[in-house]
């Protein structure tokens, strides 16, 4: 492959992720956020890198740490082209099909197609070491994005549109005394966090996350 057919293609595969700065993470418009400017998709990868690299470095997990950042990294590429689908969209039940081809026609032509294309799909069904500590990682960071809007006083379930308000499982949680709007995200995301956990376990996901319901976050 001559030179310059190398350089189209790292280009043409930076400007087309390069979107992702611009696309605004679909939940924090749900729930009105009001904040100056809100989250971008690019801007929660960036989360999930630094929160990744903080956990592996005070728990040191038997986890390929270089494997972890590019997973994280590259998991949310289909979102540029299918758009970031919640649970409350209309086409979020076909979004695993909607993904799949997505992501092989953002990494078609790529040398390490396969590599990346791989890492996704261990990433969505939890079948390496490495994707299950991404996965958790992903969970996690944007309960701590919805505890930083919640400590700006921007995130309120007042604020939310009527199908977040209306939603079964944040009515169930409502008709329980829950009131502060973090700890919606913070417990929907458990669930996802004791994955892979036996009866009682727990873990450094699952402790950070008990800790942000019960103490604010430091102040730096």
């Known amino acids: 492959m001559a030179n310059d057919e190398k350089i189209e293609k790292i280009l ?16 924090w418009r ?3 956020v009001k904040a100056k400017r809100l989250e971008s998709v690019a801007e929660h990868i960036y989360g999930t890198c630094m929160l990744a690299i903080a956990i592996w470095s005070e728990t040191l997990p038997s986890v390929n740490l ?12 289909e979102e540029i082209i299918i758009g970031d689908l919640t649970p ?23 040398v390490a197609e396969e590599v990346f294309v791989t890492l996704i799909k261990n990433f969505d069904t939890q079948s390496t070491p490495e994707a299950k500590f991404a996965y958790k990682v992903d ?3 944007c309960d701590i994005q919805a505890k930083i809007y919640d400590e700006q006083k921007a995130l309120k379930l007042e604020y939310a549109d009527d199908k977040i308000k209306k939603d ?14 973090y700890k919606f995200f913070v417990y929907f995301d458990r669930v996802n966090l004791k994955k892979h956990l036996k009866q ?16 604010p976050l430091p102040k730096v």
């Open 200 to 215: 009682g376990e727990t873990d450094i996901f699952l402790d950070i996350s008990k800790y942000i319901e019960k103490h």
């Open 30 to 32: 749900y729930w009105n």
């Open 88 to 110: 409350f969209d209309a086409g979020y039940k076909d979004k695993k099909i909607k993904g799949e081809q997505a992501v092989k026609r953002i990494f078609s032509g790529l």
């Open 12 to 27: 043409k595969y930076y400007v087309l992720t390069h979107k992702l700065k611009e696309i605004v993470r679909t939940g």
């Open 139 to 141: 969970k996690l960071e």
């Open 66 to 77: 270089a494997e972890v950042l590019m997973t994280l990294a590259i998991h949310e590429t």
């Open 168 to 181: 079964a499982r944040v009515l169930k949680l409502s008709a329980k005394g829950v009131k502060d709007a």
